[in-house]
């Protein structure tokens, strides 16, 4: 199993970035898959999940409406678009893989989740 980030960088206020997170040695249909991100000094933070039918997603309430996760099964990637960003935004995403098919109510919770990407960093700044 092997999760892979890419996308990150910098952008000013507003901006917008699209994060990959390419897996390999699974497939998507058989776990969700969620993103994280850590910000200096601070614990990992769950952002979003997307379950293993792609019908159910999740997302912390500082990114709704703003970030949108989605994925391509062809490709065997998950996307984290992510919209209006703020200097808040500012952290090393991270993608992983959930130990079960369903994001569930505690789809945050970094022990639910066994494969984890290398991380990919995200700096909004003017």
């Known amino acids: 199993v092997q999760l892979v980030e890419s996308g990150g960088g910098l952008v000013q206020p507003g901006g917008s970035l699209r994060l990959s997170c390419a897996a390999s040695?699974?497939?998507?249909?058989?776990?969700?898959i969620g993103w994280f991100r850590q910000a200096p000094g601070k614990e990992r933070e769950g952002v979003s999940c997307i379950s293993s039918s792609g019908g159910t997603t999740k997302y912390v309430d500082s990114v709704k409406g703003r970030f949108t996760i989605s994925r391509d099964i062809a490709k065997n990637t998950v996307y984290l678009q992510m919209n209006s960003l703020k200097p808040e935004d500012t952290a090393v995403y991270f993608c992983a893989r959930r130990r079960f098919a369903s994001c569930g109510a505690n789809y945050d919770s970094t022990t639910e989740y066994g494969y984890w990407g290398q991380g990919t960093q995200v700096t909004v700044s003017t």
């Open positions: 040695g699974f497939t998507l249909d058989s776990n969700a």
